[in-house]
């Protein structure tokens, strides 16, 4: 009884931390591909990754469409990887997520399936491994300087901060602090240009029809525009004959899917 006491302890003490040290990144950066798959997306696994992040409360984003100033300080994110650990009788998986300098901050419990398909095995088996993400409660948690998550080595051997580190001497306050809120301002103007060309609105609103095991979604000609299949989630289907699926988020139905080797993302205005 004492060790299943400590055990317990234990188990508690190390998830309250696991949390204190994912709280302070921003973003979770998911790849196209990981390493286990042959092709970017296949069976879908990076886009349901990604969703079950943004369900658990975080805020993901692609590897090759990072927010500004994830870009800047790529230290604000974590990147995500599936790491795929089946036999020839069971689907096994777990989640990883890795800073900046390399380092697996966070390794999730395993989720197992025993489902024969292979894009329905994975995703089972990774729904079950953010049991224990989910179990984190992440909410951000900004470090007092976010910029202190940086390497050092960048700081101090970077010649562009020998650089702004000699201007600065000769600088008057007044100037710094106006360069300050000018490039914040820059910062922002970017953010928001590379926000709006990512997400496309649909305009014509589209009528859900129920369908044997999810909905076809048709426009006012009418014309099928998507097809849609129902998964565990209630908000969540896969868009047939397409690489993709729809999800709703914040009271709002997004489509994302790939177009050729274009990853598209749309608003769309779904009546049921």
């Not at 975080?58 to 974590?78: E, H, I, K, M, W």
């Not at 790939?258 to 598209?264: A, C, F, M, P, V």
Request: with cysteine.
């Amino acid at each position: 009884m004492k060790k299943l006491i400590l055990l317990g302890l234990f188990l508690i003490t190390a998830s309250i931390s696991a949390q204190e040290s994912l709280n302070q990144y921003k973003y979770i950066i998911v790849p196209k591909k990981f390493d286990f798959l042959k092709e970017p997306n296949q069976y879908r696994v990076n886009t349901f990754t990604k969703y079950l992040f943004e369900k658990n409360g975080f805020t993901a984003v692609y590897d090759d469409s990072q927010p500004q100033d994830l870009r800047v300080n790529p230290c604000l994110g974590l990147k995500a990887n599936v790491v795929d650990e089946s036999n020839l009788f069971t689907t096994k998986m777990f989640i990883t997520l890795e800073n900046c300098q390399g380092v697996t901050v966070f390794t999730s419990a395993e989720g197992r399936s025993k489902i024969k398909d292979y894009e329905k095995a994975y995703h089972d088996a990774i729904e079950e491994a953010f049991v224990s993400i989910g179990a984190l409660n992440y909410y951000h948690a900004p470090a007092e300087n976010n910029m202190a998550l940086m390497p050092a080595a960048s700081a101090s051997t970077s010649p562009m901060a020998t650089k702004v580190s000699e201007t600065s001497v000769a600088t008057p306050v007044e100037d710094a602090s106006q360069s300050a809120e000018s490039m914040a301002n820059s910062a922002s103007s970017q953010v928001e240009v590379a926000t709006a060309s990512t997400v496309d609105q649909y305009k014509d609103v589209l009528y859900a029809q129920p369908t044997s095991n999810g909905y076809q979604l048709v426009d006012s000609s009418p014309k099928v525009v998507f097809k849609l299949t129902k998964t565990t989630q209630p908000n969540y289907f896969l868009i047939q004959g397409g690489n993709g699926f729809v999800y709703k988020k914040d009271g709002q139905w997004i489509a994302e899917y790939y177009e050729g080797e274009t990853l598209k993302q749309e608003v769309l205005n779904i009546k049921f």
